[in-house]
């Protein structure tokens, strides 16, 4: 690779690094299409040297310019993968012998094998509880009408937003939707 530093040799570098098995093609492409669509508001000049670039300031343009398109997590989750194509391509230029891709230590766990390859041994570990995360109740704005209500020993629901003046037709149509949502 040479040491053009453009929008279009970052997508190139990205292909790179998946065809060549330096990080998984999935990877690579899901970096492509974020790091590629986040930096097509770049002008001409801009685009020529993206290493140049502040990242933060592109994610703040491309959402002013298209934050109604995507959730917010999703801009966040672009400029994410853009700093790390941008870092994984900064290295790569300035030291193409010894690069490796950033972020590519990880292992997954897999399980022991018998010695035969069949079936998974069983090692002996140390037990562990797992407690089940819940997730805290949304915020209540100060004024709102909040009903708390108990279900079982261990939840308690809210519900919030009831008007003060509410009807027995619009409490059997909530009856109805909440039953609607039981297995």
């Given at each position: ?115 035969n390859g069949d079936a998974p041994a069983v090692a002996a570990t140390k037990e562990t509880t797992i407690e089940p995360v819940r997730p805290s109740p ?46």
């Amino acid at each position: 690779m040479s040491n053009d530093r453009s929008r279009e040799a970052l997508g190139r570098f990205l292909d790179f690094l998946g065809e060549k098995g330096l990080m998984s093609p999935a990877t690579a492409q899901t970096r492509k299409a974020s790091a590629l669509r986040m930096l097509s508001i770049l002008g001409p000049e801009e685009a020529a040297d993206v290493t140049a670039i502040d990242v933060e300031e592109v994610a703040r343009r491309f959402n002013n310019l298209h934050g109604q398109k995507y959730n917010p997590n999703s801009v966040l989750t672009y400029r994410s993968r853009l700093q790390s194509a941008l870092n994984d391509f900064q290295s790569y230029l300035n030291d193409p012998l010894s690069f490796k891709p950033a972020g590519q230590g990880r292992e997954r766990a897999t399980k022991p094998r018998k010695e035969n390859g069949d079936a998974p041994a069983v090692a002996a570990t140390k037990e562990t509880t797992i407690e089940p995360v819940r997730p805290s109740p949304p915020p209540v704005m100060a004024g709102a009408n909040v009903m708390p209500i108990p279900i079982r020993a261990d939840l308690t629901i809210l519900i919030h937003g009831l008007p003060h003046d509410l009807t027995q037709a619009e409490a059997k149509k909530i009856a109805g939707v909440v039953t609607a949502l039981a297995t």
